[in-house]
């Protein structure tokens, strides 16, 4: 017999038919995943290949067909079956209006089972790829995980991600904060071929200036006060792997001298020492500020900002790619809702056209956390009623042309001020200011 080995996901809720499925696909060959909820089924589409989707339809809080719905929306050239001991016209009509190829009744022989499988199977290999976006590389959002979007902007952040991936040059992602520049320098290192190596995270703004050296680049025993051994710095624990500098603005002055050697060199030396370390790492940075106005100002230097920029990745904010809110938002229902609630909550469209319609100040960020906040304190589909009051709110611009920025900050100050009928705090919580910085404003 030849051999499969292609990976199949049963999911059902009943543990006998679990172990039957299990038992008579691997008596084929096949690779088996088993989930007893939709849930459980998730973390594994999410965190595995999977050629092949086998589920039940009747299954407690989140069933089967939404299951298949959300395969069809993320995995749809994955093929489906269903299996279920509930058969009806109208359930098989539903079925099939699904997405799933077959739809087998229980019981339902060894035979007519594999049948299925390879007809599923059969079905895939013909199935065309997803189309090449014209004159750059295949990209694809589920190669790399976490990152969701379809906007020309984001499409291009995965055009450049598929071209560095497999290479070590420096990159630095470039934002603002909430934008989601950590999860593009993760995606970087988790679909090239050093994803096995270790994905280092720094935060260069949360070191004290004083610390910074010792402790990206370690230091010897005796090295200064309270040095009582040797010690590896986040460069030594990056060896093989991708060195993450976040607000690389934050880095002070005689931090950028020891960087711009190390990358020019490809070696470090720890603080006490005067012996050099070879590093073979890929440095990636990111910043949320204006690097040409640091490097006017004296505040960083611009040898380092050109050996940095080897590859620069721009992350538009959320305002500028809004056509990827619904996916985002579709993102984090399933991951509040699987977490919190074991259902995958839906959103009505006029709450999601509000939700569009926002400016998003804090970006993916901040919608990750309105959406979370949402869940919770929704008990079923997410409406209007479920928006913050302060989203709600829409400006009605000038019809005369437009105005400059103070006049248009206090124009909004007063219609918040009247929407909350005076109420000061009220008005300051919308406009997440303080109350001092309102009074201020308003003198």
Request: net charge neutral; aromatic share 8%; charged share 30%.
């Amino acid at each position: 017999m030849a051999l499969h080995k292609e990976n199949i996901l049963v999911v059902d809720d009943d543990l006998h038919i679990l172990e039957l499925l299990s038992r008579q696909l691997k008596a084929l060959d096949y690779h088996i995943y088993k989930a007893i909820s939709v849930k459980e089924a998730l973390f594994i589409l999410k965190d595995s290949d999977i050629d092949l989707l086998i589920t039940d339809i009747q299954m407690p809080e989140v069933d089967g067909l939404q299951l298949l719905k959300y395969v069809n929306e993320h995995y749809p050239h994955m093929p489906k079956l269903v299996v279920t001991g509930y058969p009806s016209v109208d359930g098989a009509l539903e079925v099939i209006k699904s997405g799933a190829i077959d739809y087998l009744t229980k019981p339902f022989t060894k035979e007519e089972l594999r049948q299925s499988v390879e007809k599923a199977l059969t079905l895939k290999e013909k199935q065309p790829g997803p189309p090449k976006k014209q004159g750059t590389t295949n990209t694809s959002s589920a190669k790399f995980k976490g990152m969701v979007g379809s906007s020309s902007a984001f499409l291009d952040i995965l055009n450049i991600i598929d071209r560095v991936r497999d290479n070590r040059a420096t990159v630095l992602i470039t934002g603002e904060s909430g934008t989601g520049k950590e999860l593009v320098a993760r995606a970087i290192h988790n679909s090239g071929k050093f994803s096995k190596g270790p994905f280092i995270a720094v935060n260069c703004g949360a070191i004290p200036e004083n610390l910074q050296e010792a402790e990206l680049f370690g230091y010897i025993k005796g090295a200064f006060t309270g040095a009582n051994e040797n010690r590896n710095g986040f460069f030594q624990a990056a060896v093989g792997g991708t060195l993450f500098l976040d607000e690389i603005g934050a880095a002070g002055i005689a931090l950028q001298t020891k960087l711009l050697r190390a990358l020019q060199e490809k070696e470090i030396t720890k603080v006490g020492s005067s012996k050099p370390e070879k590093v073979e790492i890929r440095i990636v940075a990111a910043t949320n500020v204006d690097l040409f106005e640091e490097i006017k100002n004296k505040n960083f230097r611009e040898d380092l900002y050109y050996r940095l920029t080897v590859v620069e990745i721009n992350v538009p904010p959320l305002r500028e790619r809004k056509s990827d809110i619904s996916l985002l938002v579709a993102k984090f229902l399933r991951k509040y809702g699987v977490e919190y609630k074991d259902r995958l909550p839906r959103i009505s469209p006029e709450a999601l056209r509000i939700l569009e319609r926002y400016h998003w100040p804090g970006n993916i960020r901040e919608l990750e956390n309105i959406v979370q906040r949402m869940v919770i304190m929704s008990d079923g589909p997410i409406g209007i009623e479920d928006i913050p009051e302060f989203l709600k709110f829409q400006i009605d611009f000038p019809q005369k042309g437009l105005l400059p920025l103070r006049e248009m900050e206090r124009e909004y100050i007063k219609k918040i001020l009247l929407y909350t009928k005076g109420n000061k705090t009220k008005a300051a919580e919308i406009l997440q200011i303080d109350r001092k910085t309102l009074r201020d404003k308003l003198d």
